[in-house]
């Protein structure tokens, strides 16, 4: 069965600061990969997947993502953070293959920006 | 764009009372998701639909039903609410295949059970 562990809870940045986010996966085989963003009071959007190829994966928003199958990790990054960052983001994983059309979230962490 | 549209996005209901929550997507899209969203707890699936009137449960289908009688409407159905169902439902769709797995999500529903 699938999993993911997002370590963190909760996360404070000031606005211009770097942002990195963390995900840990648990799967037998190359798994697909997604972070979700979600805004207060709204539903999910997605911000960038991974299936195959090159590691490092960008997204929209300018948010960015590298998958370490060494380290089952799926972590996202941003070099800068605006205000309108602040969100609830989530990171899941699908099954590759076959019938298993289901996605696995984690927990979520939220995104505290200062100003 | 894809599109899934959430009939409500507040709803207040009174313990024992039926309650149906709608979720209509315009994409033809096989895959239809329903999840329940807790602080901490994240998404939790309650029921998902690979096809009209096919249905399989989640990891939380107990208290829950589901309908699936078109390809582009799946209902989420409370048959006697109780105050542990408050919570947010999101739906999401995906096309069954070459989609890898991509869920799009509506907006929600905030269901408050008094």
């Known amino acids: 069965a699938q999993s993911v562990t997002q370590p963190d809870i909760h996360i404070t940045v000031s606005e211009g600061a770097s942002l990195e986010l963390r995900c840990n996966y648990s799967y037998g085989a190359t798994p697909y990969l997604f972070w979700y963003v979600q805004s207060p009071g709204q539903g999910l959007q997605l911000l960038l997947k991974?299936?195959?190829?090159?590691?490092l994966v960008q997204g929209i928003k300018g948010f960015e993502a590298e998958f370490k199958r060494s380290q089952s990790s799926f972590n996202l990054r941003k070099p800068s953070v605006h205000w309108s960052d602040a969100a609830e983001y989530f990171c899941a994983v699908g099954a590759s293959g076959g019938s298993n059309y289901k996605l696995t979230f984690g927990k979520g962490t939220l995104l505290t920006v200062n100003p | 764009d894809v599109k899934v549209t959430q009939s409500s996005r507040y709803l207040v209901k009174r313990t024992g009372e039926k309650v149906f929550l709608e979720c209509v997507q315009d994409?033809?899209?096989?895959?239809m998701f329903w999840y329940r969203q807790d602080p901490g707890l994240g998404l939790r699936l309650i029921y998902f639909?690979?096809?009209?009137?096919?249905?399989e449960k989640g990891d939380i289908p107990e208290g829950y039903s589901v309908s699936r009688e078109k390809k582009e409407r799946f209902s989420l159905i409370l048959e006697s609410a109780s105050t542990n169902q408050t919570s947010m439902y999101l739906c999401a769709s995906s096309r069954r295949r070459e989609s890898k797995n991509i869920q799009y999500f509506g907006a929600g529903t905030r269901l408050s059970v008094l």
């Open positions: 994409m033809d899209h096989e895959n």
């Open positions: 639909s690979y096809d009209v009137k096919m249905k």
């Open positions: 991974y299936f195959s190829g090159d590691t």
